[in-house]
Structures are given as structure tokens and as C-alpha cells.
């Protein structure tokens, strides 16, 4: 196990210096500069030119990298962005905590009713209720934040106004935003849990609990409840990566104020350091919670480390 | 000695049967079939040019001459919403196309070779699956932007300007296809691989190579053909997921240009207006779910009827 634990965390070193590498040079290849704004004011020349040399982006693209990672490595410094005073890490500081709130709710949206769903379909097989589950769950997985939040907020809000329209800050906000967040990833979570379910419950050793005389309710959560979930856990870190995705969405239809809104604020700008930093804070965090993901996937199921290459 | 394709074609005409059995898949086909119709036949259906603005009837509310009514400039919602099929489907159908080619291509090419081939090729894929595929192509997005965008007009050579125009025409299209191809085919790369791992001990690659078949052949007439099943099942399922991303790069303001008509973008003008008109967020909103949606069940049923034993 300490093998595997080890050779997975040095997997991750290739992995985000060839992602920051990519990112930086994608970013650095775009002719012209930040500071060259959109045409309406253009700053002086002798000013671009200052600004340019206090921000290094004269220098050789590889050295501004080398010059970057190492403020990243050894002081965990993301740079000043280029629009205003603040820096990299102000705007992560105040946002992250925001975005993993609505990212951990979503989750707990998503696993109190994915999980539930599916054993209740698996274990009413072909009946009215399975059915209904499953159509559920195939419309949630299709149906995207995009067209939700906007029914959501017309309908909750607007017309009931039982829920806040937008902003952050009380729980009432955060009511609708969790709920559209995790609706998604809970339909698939419902699907899986109910293939895997499915597929448990026709193995022997149920049959064999069954036949010791061993209570129907014992027999699911004990013995098949227990091996179903482990398939479920796979998908977790995929399904963690897909809800970022979500929550840029759900954010800014709800004005909140997390990483998201910095993120597209700083691509639509061209600052570089705010999108190298976001990239590599989403990056960094989506990896580490893979990296989570398979080690609990070996720890339940310990086939898994012999398997490895 | 002459070759016959007969026993294949069986398989084919009862996955047919089985999908026309399936309500869902076939309501789901229909709406796509509807969809593609609404596409091609956008100028003709929709009542007004999808640009034109009224500056006279911003925010008219649905019924009268507007059907759906107008949005901030006074532009038709209908009009605009049957014209964003067209960016949807395009990107949906090319991206899943682009993802099979490359994918298959790729994945077989993987696993045939197997060993340091393989290898190589699997740590590349490896690298980029672990790069979350939205922020990898929402940097493309930006570089692609910047460099073929309005700065810099002077120092760009004839074929970055043709390229410029061409994505201009298409309505900032062709860079999102790019964006989505890049990105879409890892999935499908990695099945592949997988599928074609476990095909090439088969008996009849064997035979196939003791009959002198090179490795060209033996991986477009041999391997691939077997694979195809499971991929077609896969790469449908996907096209939700590109028209997603789409609507997302849109809403996010790095997608189509205005005024082309992208649901996406709409949601993101209709959201600005959400207290006074939600109906111009709403609109949009259910035509893109109402797309992925008919996707899905197709491919929820394709796959049920090309490979009856994972129905459960």
C-alpha cells in the first residue's frame, strides 16, 4: 500500500509541471500584450513598455516560467494580477473557500440523493419506481446548470419567493445553488449505484447469506450495499472535476462571489497570472482529489494494488 | 474467392429492430431528426433575420408579433432560438465525429502496437486526462481569441488571416470545433486502447496476420470493425456533453460572436434581465435541454440494442 501511495503522489509532479507548462506557454505564445487594452484608451507607449518591464514579460519565455514556478514552489506566491492592486493569492483566498463550500454542498446533494435513488431502483428492479428513477435520472445527467438555475430561481424565487434570487452569505442562498449543482451528478450517482447494486445481489454470497437465514434488510446493507458502493467511489473524482464546471456557471447566475467569477473575469482580460494561478488551483485541487479517490478505491478494495502496472 | 458482408448485416438489422422497440430512443431520435429539420431549414422557418434589432420593441413580452418576444435589443427570440440549433448540432455532431476519428484512430493504434508504443502513447493521454478538459479548452479559447482576433491585424501572415475569416464567418465556430476536438477524443482514445488490448489476442487477428495482412489493414478491416459497437454507443452519448460545452463557452463570453445566436449566450444576456423577463433565460434553457436530452436517449438506446446484455 505505501508503495502505491507513493508512486501515485510522484505521479503528480510530472503531471502539474507539464499542465503549468502548457498553460504557461499557450498563454505567453498570444501576440500582444495585456496592456494594450481594447482600443478605447491605449495607454502611452513609454508606459506599456515601463509596465512590461516591471511585470518581466521582456524576458525569454522560458525564464519568466522558471521565474514563476519557483515564486509558486518556494513561496506559494501566484503573482500580483495585472488589473488593480490586488494579487493571485488574495483572489484565491477570498474565493476558494466560497467555491469548496457550494463544491462540498453539491456533493452532499449528490450523494443524498444519488446513492438512496439507486439502491431503491436496484432493489424495486423493473417496477413503476425503478422506472420513474431511472427517467429522473437520465434527465438529470442532461439537463445542465444552464437551464435549471434560471427555472429555478422563476419559479422559487420569482413567483413563490420562498428563496433569495441571488448572492451569498446566508443559507437560504445557498439553497438553490447546492441543489442545481448536485442534481447532476446525482442522476449518474443514481444510475451507477443501481447497475452495481444490481449486479452484487446476483453473487453467491448473497444467495449464501440468504440462505443462512440472515435478515432481508441485514443482507442489503451489510453484504451488498457494502460491495456495491465500491464502483461508486471511482466516479467521484470525475464527478468532482464535472461539478467545477457547474459551479462557474452557478456562480455567476447567482452572483457568487467564488473562484469561477475571478477565473473568467481574468480570461476575458488577458491577465496571465490570474489564469495561470486559477488554472493551477483548479488543477492542483482536481488532482489531489483524484489522487484521494484512488487511494480509497485501494483501500477498500486491495485487488486494486495488485493490479497495478 | 469472393467476399460476403452478409452475416454482419444481420447484426445491424436487428439492432435497428431493437432501437425501433425502445419508445424513449425513438421519441429521442425524432426530436433529433425534428432538430436537424429546424437546422438546415432555419431562414425559411424563422420568421425574422436572426440579427435584426427593434430597438423599438426591446423587452416585448411573448404573444402578438413576437411570438416569444424580444430580448434587450429587440431582436426575435423565436427567430434566434430556432438559428441556435444550428451552432448546437454542428458543434455536437462535428465534435463527436472529430472524437471518433482521432479516438479510434488513436486508442487501436495504442493497444495494437502495445508495449513502448503503447506506453508513449498512454502517458500522453494520461497527461492530458488529468488536465480538467474545460480550463484546457477555455485556454485554447483565449489564445485562439487573442492571436486570430482584431489585434495585430498588420503583422499577420495570409494564412492566419484566412483562418481569422473563416472562424468570422462561421461565426467564431470553427475555434470552438477546434477547442473540442483537441479535448473530446481522450475518452474515446482510452476505450479504444482498452478494447483493442483485449481484441488483438484474439484468434482472428491472429489469423488475419498469418494470412499476411499488414498492420494497416489488420487494424482498419479487422480491428476496428469489432470495436465499433461500444464507440458508436460512446461517441453519441458524448454529443450532450460537446453542446454543453459549447453553450458554456458561450455563456462565458468565449464562445460564438455576437450576434450569432449560441443558447448559451442568450442565457447569459437573459440572465442580466432575470427579475424583470426570466422567460429570455428560460427560452434557451429548455431548447438546450430539450437537445441533450433527445441525444441521450438515443444513445441510451442504441446502446441498449447494439449490446443487449448490458441492458440489466
Redesign the interface.
Known sequence: MLSFIVRRVLWLI??LL??SL??FF??L????NPF?GSGEMPLPAATVERLRAHYGLDDPIFTQYVRYMRNVVLRWDLGPSYAGNRSVNEMVADGFPISATLGLLGLLVALSIGIPLGITSALN?NRAIDHFAMFFA??G????A??????M??IFA?NLGWLP?ARWGTWQQAIMPAIILGLGPAAGLARLTR?SM??VIREDYIRTARAKGVPERQITIRHALKNALIPVITVLGPMF?GM??GA??VE??FAIPGMGGYF?GG??S?DYPV?MGM?LV??FF??LS?LAVDLAYAWVDPRIRLDQR | MKHTVKPTDSLWRDAVRRLLKNK?AVVGGGVVLILVFIAIFAPLIAPYPYAEADFTETFAPPGGRFLLGTDFLGRDMLSRLLYGTRISLTVGTLGALFAFFIGVLYGTMSGYFGGKVDNAMMRVV??LY???S???I???M??FK??FGA??EA?RGPFVVAIANLDRFLGGMLFILIGISLTSWIGIARLSRGMALSLREMEFIQAAKALGAGHWRTIVRHLAPNLLGPIIVNVVLAV?SFI?TE??LS????GVDPPTPSW?AM?QD??RA??SH?HL??YP??A??VT??S???LG?GLRDALDPRLK?
Open positions: 510530472p503531471v507539464v499542465i502548457i498553460t499557450l498563454m505564445s498570444v501576440p500582444g494594450e428492479q437520465m434527465a445527467v442532461s439537463v445542465p444552464m437551464t435549471l438555475a434560471p427555472l430561481i422563476w420569482l434570487v447497475a444490481l449486479q472535476a467545477v464546471t462557474v456557471v455567476r447566475i473568467v480570461v476575458s488577458r489564469i488554472v483548479y488543477t482536481l488532482v483524484n | 424513449l494520461d497527461v488529468a488536465f480538467p474545460l480550463l484546457f477555455i485556454l485554447l483565449v489564445v487573442t492571436s489585434a495585430g503583422t450532450p454543453a453553450a458554456f455563456f462565458i463570453g468565449l448559451g442565457i437573459g440572465i432575470m427579475r426570466p433565460a428560460i434553457g429548455i438546450l435541454a441533450m436530452l441525444f441521450a436517449f441510451d440489466q
